[in-house]
């Protein structure tokens, strides 16, 4: 059985409001977002134990990063043993790791 994956409610946040912003611009492309989302969560899911710790995070804290194709957006998530935790769904340009009090 695969492993569930379990949002931070601000993550999700981040997700709905990224996609809003892309709706006002194209309606489409909200639900190109959200696909490019799922696309990247499913590549989390197959690829985590091959996927290296984020850069300039602790690497003792676990924490991975998957690129969101197409947008300017990485997720970063931490495999628990019966879990995936995403932690953010951060836009590159935001501050760097402003979701560290997410852990």
Not at 23 to 29: D, F, I, K, Q
Not at 30 to 57: C, I, N, Q, W, Y
């Amino acid at each position: 059985m695969a492993k569930p994956i379990i949002f931070a409610q601000q993550a999700r946040d981040e997700v709905n409001a990224a996609a809003r912003r892309y709706g006002a611009e194209r309606p489409e492309l909200r639900v190109e977002f959200h696909a490019a989302v799922k696309e990247a969560l499913d590549r989390m899911v197959r690829l985590s134990r091959h996927l290296g710790t984020s850069p300039l995070v602790d690497p003792g804290l676990g924490i991975k990063r998957v690129f969101v194709e197409r947008f300017p957006f990485s997720v970063y998530f931490i495999e628990l043993p019966d879990r995936f935790r995403v932690l953010a769904v951060a836009h590159a340009r935001q501050l760097p790791f402003y979701w560290r009090d997410r852990l």
